[in-house]
């Protein structure tokens, strides 16, 4: 069976004053695959990863969730739900932003971070809250010992590795990745990658990957969008777009990134 969709914007539109940024960008992203949306620094990317979570608020547009976990599926507008609805929600929906860094409180223990999320949405893990911090450190690769310590403790990779546990807490549907490895060298960011695509293959998670890094879309994408000041202006499988792309912009973008040397070495060792 051919994968569905799970997450579909229609014709978003985003203005800030009287800047109109985002024009009219529709995309899908399927259910148990991951979706490249690839484009220079300033090109949007990062706003419409907000909008789709409605982090921030659209001009127009609709952001349908195609939920199928019961009996009959249905379909929500996210931008249509009230804050209830869309809280209780937000659990199957989760993010891992660029900079790791900036993304952990440093006067929060590891311990704290990673149960933010089960005190936000008052859920108690089966195996207890202490068990379900171990596991999720075990599946990012850190040790029980980093339960105590704080974010300044810790290299780029590993924190990064943390803002991923407390993505996966809850354990989302789909994850958002915000130029993950950006902030990362090129090993420690490979590291990171097939970390990430070792949980989406073992959890069927669906990714949306955020990047300008074409050879990193190509290890961990199926689908690919190109985007240019706000717009979409090449989608399609990876082979389509990135073997056979149609638009110049494309091809600029491909001929400005080296391949990915030390991903390749790490995915096939």
Partial sequence: MPAQPLLEARDL??????????????????RGETLGLVGESGSGKSTIARLLLRLIEPTSGSVL???TSESNSRTFDLLQLNSRDMRRLRRRLSIVFQ??????NPRMSVSQILAEPFAIHREQPPQGLEGRLHELLA?????????????????GGQRQRIN??????????????DEPVSALDVSVGAQVINLLHGLQQRYG??????????????????????????????????????DHPREPYTQQLLAATPELSALEQIGSG
Avoid: N
């Fill in 65 to 67: 969730f195609h939920d």
């Fill in 13 to 30: 539109v985003k203005d800030f004053g009287s800047v109109r940024v985002i024009h009219g960008v529709s995309l899908k992203v399927m």
């Fill in 205 to 242: 998670l669906t990714y949306l990957f955020i990047s300008h890094s074409m050879p990193m879309v190509r290890y961990l994408c199926q689908h690919v969008a190109v985007m240019r000041q706000g717009r979409i202006v090449e989608t399609g499988t990876w082979s389509e777009v990135c």
């Fill in 139 to 155: 599946e990012v690769g850190l040790e029980p010992s980093a339960l105590r310590r704080y974010p300044h403790e810790f290299s």
């Fill in 164 to 177: 991923i546990a407390r993505a996966i807490a809850l354990r989302p549907e789909l994850l958002v990745l």
């Fill in 99 to 104: 900079d790791p860094y900036a993304a952990l």
